[in-house]
């Protein structure tokens, strides 16, 4: 017997789409353009084997996950050592970012990094930190505390910018045995609605975010629909609205108190996802989906 197909909630897009001209919770300050060095990575553990071969691929994650994270407008990459201020400058950034990682022994690693004023050639932040381990849990742990380190001194050094994040409508997909029944549940509508929100005023408190809310057609509603299901149809109405990315949320409904929350974060200039996660399995009714939902959204953009 074939499962019935199972049940989205859409709620809200629509009108949300035709509410106000580009309004935005706050003007966006322009963000710094910033080049960023190929990291070095050095060994002094007298492990056997290529170590730098071996953990370039880390390297290279360590510093996009910095720049993904840090308040820039753009990872501008700069190649080589003998021209790193004479390349920014030529690729139009403001900030140089440089640093490297030296491995101790096989559990000590140093990693240090600084951002540079292209124009003046002067160090205006510079971190130095020590992480345990070397496996990749250990390299994402790094990587997230540096960029949340030096995102703070950027924004102490009035250097950050918000980023413009068009946020839209949470959406069910439900799985549940009654999903035939119970798309149209007002309470289910309300929850919904309730757990954007709490997304909306979290990233609002981070200080981070300028929160894009709102212009758009009936056409750009009908072309996007459910988007559960639409294969990154929100990062050209985002572009649109003027926003440098755009938030989807989805509540997977698995029973009446079983619920997943799913978070992508895309590129509104070119559809590619840029964070991704979802929560597991979480217990709790409807009422329940905005606390899990501020739970993941808290632990995905790191928001303090």
């Not at 019935?4 to 963000?31: E, F, K, T």
């Not at 990749?136 to 742990?141: D, E, I, K």
């Amino acid at each position: 017997m074939k499962r019935a197909r199972r049940g989205i909630l859409w709620v809200g897009l629509a009108a949300w789409l035709c509410v106000g001209m580009g309004a935005a919770d706050a003007a966006a300050a322009p963000r710094p353009r910033i080049a960023v060095a190929v990291f070095a990575y050095t060994d002094s553990s007298g492990e056997p084997g290529p170590q730098a071969r071996a953990h370039r691929s880390e390297v290279l994650a360590l510093q996009r996950a910095l720049v993904r994270r840090l308040p820039v407008e753009a990872d501008v990459s700069a190649s080589g050592t003998d021209c790193l201020d004479r390349c920014a400058r030529a690729a139009g950034a403001t900030l140089l970012l440089r640093g490297g990682v030296h491995k101790m022994s096989t559990l000590v690693q140093w990693a240090v990094a600084q951002l540079v004023d292209v124009r003046t050639g002067r160090v205006i932040l510079r971190r130095l930190y020590t992480f345990r381990g070397d496996d990749r849990l250990a390299w994402a742990h790094a990587g997230a505390f540096l960029a949340r380190d030096l995102g703070e001194g950027m924004r102490h050094a009035g250097l950050a910018g918000k980023i413009p994040l068009a946020v839209f409508p949470f959406e069910m997909d439900d799985f549940s045995a009654d999903a035939g029944y119970g798309v149209a549940n007002p309470v289910q509508k309300g929850q919904l609605q309730a757990a954007t929100e709490a997304v909306r005023a979290a990233l609002r408190a981070s200080g981070r975010f300028v929160l894009l809310t709102g212009t758009g057609t009936a056409r750009d509603a009908r072309a996007v629909g459910a988007m559960v299901d639409c294969g990154g149809c929100d990062a050209p109405v985002a572009r649109r609205l003027g926003a440098s990315e755009a938030l989807t949320g989805v509540i997977q409904r698995i029973s009446q108190t079983e619920y997943q929350v799913r978070l992508t974060v895309r590129d509104a200039a070119s559809g590619a996802v840029l964070l991704q996660a979802d929560s597991g399995l979480r217990m709790g009714a409807a009422y329940a989906w905005g606390r899990g939902a501020v739970t993941l959204a808290r632990a995905l953009l790191d928001l303090s």
